[in-house]
């Protein structure tokens, strides 16, 4: 008789019990594969962050607005090699639902700051010498069906001065993140046009946040504090914080996002191994005769361990396998929220890791009563 057909039996002699187990191990590993998913997406995201990039806000909070004019000084700080700036505003397009985020800038320093804004140069000339031109995200072009030349009209909370929160655009371009494809979603908007447009006093001359990119990625924390003590006393004092500090920070609001992952996963194999062990002892007390008449016929004490473990290692690796499928299945689900449109490759190979060592565990009290069995006595009754 083969080998593997006996393993197959052996799972499948009791039909609910293996089912039963075969759940259990997949909605185990689903919910290790969709936390675990979420938690390295968001740490890879983190540490994918620019190194050269500081970001300059209002010390009172961030996104506070701050005068245009600091940027004559930022761009003669010691170490930056380059200054840019936004100001941003989101609204609807069409209906509600459709939103739509305005990044106010000036192109001729904001798109060098970002390289992995793809976009022809020829479409970034064309948005400065069209006054309410946008260079609109791909996601957003795909999303909405727009068309280079097409003109477009956002509802925003944003008044201009004639009292209108209607603000047109005409797309010059689009552009493509290489980092982050699905993140390409903004309008990018000349500033100039948008100030003009403002009342005195409700955002006029302002900005949200300045972006300045510095000559050594090591002397971060040097050049932040220098540029803090340019504004130090001011009314606008200002907070310089590295890309990965904001990100840090940003994943910091929803708590210790690792430890909570772990937490809820370790209390849910905890729960799987003993929930296995106990349906394996159950069965191999059931198939103890079964067990001695395959000695009997000259199966050896280590191979009689194994076929126990191998019922045990099949059923955990399926279950896992499915799990980690049904996870890369409702992961993107949420890509529009936080970013994350996949599983990534270590959390499966970990996940599968796991589930081996899970059935290692699991089988381990079963198989070693399956291999000090003892013909006579599994018999003595019969």
């Known amino acids: 008789m083969k080998f593997f057909p006996l393993v197959w039996a052996g799972i499948w002699r009791k039909r609910g019990r293996s089912i039963l187990i075969f759940l259990q191990v997949i909605i185990a590993f689903t919910l290790f594969g969709v936390?675990?998913?979420l938690n390295s997406g968001i740490q890879h995201a983190v540490d994918a962050t620019h190194a050269n990039r500081l970001y300059v806000s209002s010390r009172l909070r961030l996104g506070e607005a701050l005068p245009i004019s600091l940027m004559q000084r930022l761009q003669t700080a010691p170490g930056v090699s380059l200054?840019?700036?936004?100001f941003q505003f989101a609204g609807q397009y069409q209906k509600p639902g459709q939103a739509m985020v305005v990044i106010a800038t000036d192109p001729a320093t904001f798109m060098p700051m970002y390289p992995e804004l793809v976009v022809d140069p020829k479409q970034v000339q064309a948005l400065k010498n069209t006054r309410d031109g946008v260079i609109a995200g791909g996601e957003t072009m795909r999303r909405y069906?727009?068309?280079v030349g097409q003109r477009i009209t956002i509802k925003t909370p944003l008044r201009q001065a004639n009292g209108s929160g209607d603000w047109t655009f005409q797309i010059v371009g689009t552009y493509e993140n290489s980092d982050t494809p699905d993140s390409a979603i903004g309008l990018i908007a000349n500033y100039p046009y948008v100030n003009e447009a403002l009342p005195a006093g409700q955002g006029k001359d302002q900005i949200g946040i300045a972006t300045v990119r510095i000559d050594d990625p090591a002397r971060a924390a040097i050049v932040g504090d220098g540029i803090d003590r340019l504004f130090a006393n001011s009314s606008n004092e200002t907070l310089t914080q590295s890309e990965h500090e904001l990100a840090e920070a940003q994943v910091s609001r929803i708590g210790d996002l690792s430890l909570v992952v772990r937490r809820i996963t370790g209390a849910a194999f905890?729960?799987?191994?003993?929930?296995t062990g106990a349906l394996m002892m159950q069965s191999i007390r059931e198939r103890t005769?079964?067990?001695?008449?395959?000695?009997?016929f000259g199966f050896s004490d280590p191979r009689v361990m194994i076929l126990i473990l191998a019922e045990t290692l099949v059923l955990c690796l399926a279950g896992a396998a499915i799990g980690l499928w049904l996870a890369s299945l409702i992961l993107p689900l949420a890509k529009s929220q936080i970013g994350i449109g996949s599983v990534p490759g270590d959390v499966v190979i970990f996940g599968l890791i796991a589930a081996v060592l899970l059935a290692m565990a699991a089988g381990a009290i079963p198989s070693w009563r399956g291999l000090r069995l003892k013909v006579v006595d599994a018999l003595a009754d019969r």
């Open 270 to 275: 905890f729960v799987l191994l003993f929930a």
């Open 35 to 37: 936390l675990q998913g």
């Open 83 to 86: 200054a840019t700036y936004r």
């Open 145 to 147: 069906a727009l068309k």
């Open 289 to 296: 005769p079964e067990l001695a008449v395959l000695k009997t």
